[in-house]
């Protein structure tokens, strides 16, 4: 069967250290893949997409990579800041325009 | 430039009533998503509609679900005889008619609808 399985447990981590948060898909050969933020009680908010020719995105602080033989996303957020606590889905284009959510990973960065 | 505005933001319904979620897209957008999000749990595709077509409904359940995004006004999610199952948040994100899933492009979602079901 088609999963997405994210790090069911929530990251904790210090301010300034580097967050790292993993995506991985089964049973799909997804085009590219997506990062979100969500905050509670708020939608999903867009962060970086990858596409499988590429094996590496960065954007300020964030850094996503894209395996497609491990078939594993990683997203990496450097000197992190409590306001970086949210949760982070990743998502998966699953064939014509539908967009595939995994469960995401709930970070709390502590000062 | 508003962004997708969904409402009620909070909604509750007794068992066995009607809920009707409404989601006014981005300006210039012309396509609309439909997700629910239970708790601990990921978005969950539902429907996918364009003005007038239902293009995908391959996530909605065959009963009491229905939507529509009519030429003029919002799109409508609609839930008949409501049950406690039903209770969750429903997010709608939109997309321009060119730059969607399809395209690999991001959506742009509203902040949601509550339902409680009692």
């Known amino acids: 069967s088609q999963k997405i399985e994210q790090n069911s447990e929530a990251l904790n981590i210090q301010e300034g250290k580097t967050a790292t948060l993993t995506c991985n898909y089964t049973n799909y050969s997804p085009a590219y893949l997506q990062w979100y933020r969500q905050d509670p009680g708020r939608g999903p908010v867009f962060l970086l997409l990858i596409r499988e020719n590429e094996k590496e995105k960065r954007k300020e602080r964030l850094k996503v990579t894209f395996d497609t033989t491990l078939k594993q996303s990683l997203f990496h957020i450097t000197a992190s800041q409590p306001a970086d606590s949210a949760t982070y889905l990743c998502?998966?284009?699953?064939?014509?325009?539908?967009?595939?959510f995994g469960a995401g990973t709930i970070l709390r960065v502590k000062s | 430039n508003a962004g997708v505005m969904q409402n009620p933001r909070h909604l509750v319904r007794r068992r066995g009533q009607e809920a009707r979620l409404r989601c006014s897209p981005m300006k210039g957008h012309s396509h609309v998503y439909w997700y629910r999000q239970l708790p601990e749990e990921g978005l969950k595709f539902m429907v996918y509609l364009q003005k007038e077509n239902i293009i995908d409904e391959s996530g909605m359940p065959k009963e009491r679900f229905s939507a529509e995004f009519p030429k003029e006004g919002p799109s409508i999610l609609r839930i008949q005889q409501v049950v406690r199952g039903d209770s969750a948040a429903y997010f709608c994100?939109?997309?321009?008619?060119?730059?969607?899933?399809?395209?690999?492009?991001?959506?742009?979602f509203g902040n949601g609808t509550r339902l409680t079901v009692t």
């Open positions: 998502a998966l284009g699953a064939g014509g325009n539908k967009l595939v």
């Open positions: 994100a939109s997309s321009p008619s060119n730059r969607g899933p399809l395209h690999n492009s991001p959506l742009h």
